[in-house]
T-cell receptor, first 115, second 114 residues
Framework: DAGVTQTPRHEVAEKGQTIILKCEPV?????LFWYRQTKIQGLELLSY????????DGGAFKDRFKAEMLNSSFSTLKIQPTEPKDSAVYLC?????????????FGHGTKLSVL | GEQVEQRPPHLSVREGDSAVIICTYT??????FFWYKQEPGAGLQLLMK?????EINEGQGFTVLLNKKDKQLSLNLTAAHPGDSAVYFC?????????????FGIGTLLSVKP
């Protein structure tokens, strides 16, 4: 099942560390999204790429969060430096094309715990 | 800006009962609507995508209703079973000043007890 693949599944970091989360979208998909999921805020958009170009960079997350997409089949989300409030599940999703009007395919997520 | 309110945040029902989750949105020009299901430890999976022109949408074991007058979207599981236990999210697509936007509801944790 060549869906969206996210690694690692779990990450534990100490405050101040740099962590990198990875995502491989569905092959052939042009749009890629990074979301942060918490119980209080629900799903918050961090970044949105179309054909590797950054289309949206969530304003509140700009200072310590950086998403990159160096090729069409791989994206990273770097958090530097981490803070305890960053503890959440980070979801990556892709869609064929069409941005917000198309079905999103989600990965299993990376559960981040910052001590 | 556009907002999507989802309720209830938690819902517990017995097997065979119905379960209803409601989302209310603010932008009357919203035109695509989605329901996603998230099982424990997994990503979100699409249940149904609804177009603004269709009011009643039948799925397998559930119905999605779109009430454009009240700007309300609902998911009705007609006879819930334990396998339906999951977190359910609605999502609403609308056209904003910087292009298409997709807003998710906060999610509803559904527990179906045998």
């Amino acid at each position: 099942d060549a869906g969206v693949t996210q690694t690692p599944r779990h990450e534990v970091a100490e405050k101040g560390q740099t962590i990198i989360l990875k995502c491989e979208p569905v092959s052939g998909h042009n749009d890629l999204f990074w979301y942060r999921q918490t119980k209080i805020q629900g799903l918050e958009l961090l970044s949105y790429f179309r054909s590797k170009s950054l289309m949206e960079d969530g304003g509140a997350f700009k200072d310590r969060f950086k998403a990159e997409m160096l090729n069409s089949s791989f994206s990273t989300l770097k958090i530097q430096p981490t803070e305890p409030k960053d503890s959440a599940v980070y979801l990556c999703a892709s869609s064929l094309q069409g941005g917000s009007n198309e079905r999103l395919f989600f990965g299993h997520g990376t559960k981040l715990s910052v001590l | 800006g556009e907002q999507v309110e989802q309720r209830p945040p938690h819902l517990s029902v017995r097997e065979g009962d119905s379960a209803v989750i409601i989302c209310t949105y603010t932008d009357p020009n919203s035109y695509y609507f989605f329901w996603y299901k998230q099982e424990p430890g997994a990503g979100l999976q699409l249940l149904m995508k609804v177009f603004s022109s269709t009011e009643i949408n039948e799925g397998q074991g559930f119905t999605v209703l779109l009430n454009k007058k009240d700007k309300q979207l609902s998911l009705n599981l007609t006879a819930a079973h334990p396998g339906d236990s999951a977190v359910y999210f609605c999502a609403v697509s609308f056209y904003g000043s910087s292009g298409n936007k997709l807003i998710f509801g906060i999610g509803t944790l559904l527990s179906v007890k045998p």
